[in-house]
């Protein structure tokens, strides 16, 4: 069967995250249904990645094989039509049929969102500082997580993973277009379960003068995620942009 790639955004305000889970509505298995009553057929979707209850999309990426002679443009007119308000689909694309969502991907990139001052536009995607942190001495902190290791001390003690080396190619704090709005972005090869949210909540605490910048270096080599600061919340994490290789980098 032929292969079709897509790319999704999702507000996940209320949503228990990407992944089907039993009896708690989920953005996989919403789009899933969406597609079997627009194909009328089981159409499994893969993702490229998992996020949590409460966490946003702009860039998710997802896989998932059609009918002979289904036109892509059309299914995504289709699919937005059937689909929730909270979540749309940006585009569908024939894919090569050994494509693959998760698997295939080499970078990542992931936005943080925050406000010096109440919002009332976008407050479900961005959280409230109060009082405005040290940026600068955040960035400088942030710097210090540019690298390939071991990331263990920002990864949810639960997590199942074994191997937990990234390759971080970016981790900078940057001012939005609004004067007092800000993001944290950041990009690797791979993210482990939390970490970006645990590195968001410890350098907020590094901005807040709670820690010394280079209190990093020591959290990393701990490997321990009770060196860390607490997990920032869902709210502001988005999940911005997954690069295949030969697409251009975030």
């Known amino acids: 069967m032929p292969r079709f790639k897509a790319t999704v955004e999702y507000d996940g305000t209320g949503w228990h995250g990407w992944q089907t889970q039993?009896?708690?509505p989920t953005i996989q298995e919403s789009l899933e249904q969406a597609l079997a009553t627009a194909l009328r057929t089981p159409t499994p979707v893969v993702g490229s990645g998992r996020t949590d209850a409460g966490v946003h999309a702009i860039?998710?990426?997802v896989h998932f094989d059609v009918p002979p002679s289904t036109d892509p443009v059309r299914l995504a007119g289709q699919l937005n039509g059937i689909l929730p308000r909270s979540v749309a689909v940006r585009d569908v694309a024939?894919?090569?049929e050994?494509?693959?969502a998760r698997f295939d991907a080499v970078l990542r990139t992931y936005h943080?969102?925050?406000s010096e001052h109440p919002v009332a536009i976008g407050r479900s995607t961005r959280l409230h500082l109060r009082p405005a942190p040290d940026w600068e001495h955040m960035n400088r902190a942030a710097s210090r997580l540019v690298r390939t290791a071991d990331f263990s001390a920002f990864c949810r003690t639960q997590a199942e993973t074994t191997n937990r080396v990234c390759a971080v190619?970016?981790?900078a704090w940057e001012e939005e277009s609004q004067p007092g709005q800000w993001r944290f972005r950041v990009s690797a090869d791979r993210f482990l379960h939390g970490m970006v949210r645990a590195m968001v909540g410890?350098?907020?605490?590094i901005g807040s003068g709670r820690r010394p910048a280079?209190?990093?270096e020591r959290i990393l080599e701990s490997r321990d995620r009770r060196e860390a600061g607490p997990a920032a919340p869902a709210r502001g994490l988005v999940l911005a942009r997954v690069d295949y290789p030969g697409s251009k980098g975030a």
């Open 59 to 61: 860039g998710q990426v």
């Open 202 to 205: 410890t350098l907020l605490e």
């Open 214 to 216: 280079d209190d990093l």
């Open 94 to 96: 024939p894919a090569d």
């Open 22 to 24: 039993a009896g708690v």
């Open 169 to 171: 190619s970016q981790a």
């Open 112 to 114: 943080y969102h925050v």
């Open 98 to 100: 050994s494509f693959h």
